[in-house]
T-cell receptor
Framework: GNSVTQMEGPVTLSEEAFLTINCTYT??????LFWYVQYPGEGLQLLLK?????DKGSNKGFEATYRKETTSFHLEKGSVQVSDSAVYFC???????????????FGKGTLLTVNP | DGGITQSPKYLFRKEGQNVTLSCEQN?????MYWYRQDPGQGLRLIYY???????QKGDIAEGYSVSREKKESFPLTVTSAQKNPTAFYLC?????????FGSGTRLTVV
């Protein structure tokens, strides 16, 4: 079955530090890959996505590249801010349930804390 | 603005009681989902529905039930058969190329 493995947290960084959160996956076929962010007490928000090999998703200074050869989708940001403190989830989908609807498989999440 | 509304935000349940969590969306999405979130466990799929009057079990459906009588609504009932119901519950809908999540309901058994 499908699975997603994220680096375990928590991750604590100082403001303006470089961020990497590792994500690897196991899936049949050619999954789409996602990063979601969850702020305290809230639901998840889509941060970025990539739908095929070598695609790079990017948003708000975050980037991740779909690497099929290493089955990875690592999240990076060059300079983190205090406001980036949140839980980050890597996810994949290869189940298209008719049209655009599909099921997501999530990693366990990585808590990021950025200190001023 | 379009979105998903979950209510209540906090819910307390006594042992042996059934409780129902509400999820309403005005995004005109066909598919809706319920996830359970536990610390260190990520999100696990409870039930999903692709269309009105149809729904499918996810990975951890035991002790839960759902209905989908309207496109906009997908309530989740946590029954007394669920042995460990204390968790954060997230509802989502899917359309186009992405999920939209609600802000969640935190259920605590007292």
């Amino acid at each position: 079955g499908n699975s997603v493995t994220q680096m375990e947290g928590p991750v604590t960084l100082s403001e303006e530090a470089f961020l990497t959160i590792n994500c690897t996956y196991t899936a049949t076929g050619y999954p789409s890959l996602f990063w979601y962010v969850q702020y305290p007490g809230e639901g998840l928000q889509l941060l970025l996505k990539a739908t095929k090999a070598d695609d790079k998703g990017s948003n708000k200074g975050f980037e991740a590249t779909y690497r099929k050869e290493t089955t990875s989708f690592h999240l990076e940001k060059g300079s983190v801010q205090v406001s980036d403190s949140a839980v980050y989830f890597c996810a994949l989908s290869d189940d298209f349930i008719g049209g655009s609807n599909y099921k997501l498989t999530f990693g366990k999440g990585t808590l990021l804390t950025v200190n001023p | 603005d379009g979105g998903i509304t979950q209510s209540p935000k906090y819910l307390f349940r006594k042992e042996g009681q059934n409780v129902t969590l509400s999820c309403e969306q005005n995004l005109n999405h066909d598919a809706m989902y319920w996830y359970r979130q536990d610390p260190g466990q990520g999100l696990r799929l409870i039930y999903y529905s692709q269309i009105v009057n149809d729904f499918q079990k996810g990975d951890i459906a035991e002790g839960y039930s759902v209905s989908r009588e309207k496109k906009e609504s997908f309530p989740l009932t946590v029954t007394s058969a669920q042995k460990n119901p204390t968790a954060f519950y997230l509802c989502a809908s899917a359309g186009g190329y992405g999920y939209t999540f609600g802000s969640g309901t935190r259920l605590t058994v007292v």
